[in-house]
């Protein structure tokens, strides 16, 4: 059998020590957001079931996806969309065989984080 000196190898890198790359970061923010809008999907369901239910459990409703908390979460589900439709259009981009390459891909997901920011203020302005 070899002799293998087992402690003077290299450790493989980490999980807390490695640094995800942007196009990781925002493969895993792409698949939270699709998740995400659904059970805003389930909450905004919920508020057109209540108002065709009675006036007293739309109120429940209203007064819950109005208050702070509501509030909160549609603005975030608002970002949550922008992402994953800015990421959408990317890999729309990329199945054609385009925009390939590290330096690209990169500037390509900072361009999707900044246009999904501008859409979700304009959003919050214009609603």
Do not use: E
């Not at 790359?21 to 809008?37: E, F, Q």
């Not at 509030?71 to 969309?81: E, K, P, Q, R």
């Amino acid at each position: 059998m070899a002799d293998v000196n087992r402690g003077n190898r290299p450790l493989s890198p980490h999980v807390s020590i490695y640094r995800f790359p942007l196009n990781a970061i925002l493969s895993i923010a792409h698949r939270i957001t699709g998740v995400g809008l659904s059970i805003t999907a389930l909450l905004v369901v919920w508020w057109f079931l209540a108002a065709a239910i009675s006036p007293g459990y739309f109120a429940t409703a209203d007064w819950f996806l109005t208050s702070w908390l509501g509030t909160l979460i549609m603005v975030v589900s608002a970002f949550g969309l922008w992402l994953h439709f800015c990421n959408g259009i990317r890999h729309l981009i990329w199945d054609t065989g385009s925009w390939f390459g590290n330096h690209r891909v990169t500037v390509s997901g900072q361009a999707a984080i900044v246009i999904a920011v501008i859409l979700t203020i304009a959003t919050i302005i214009l609603a």
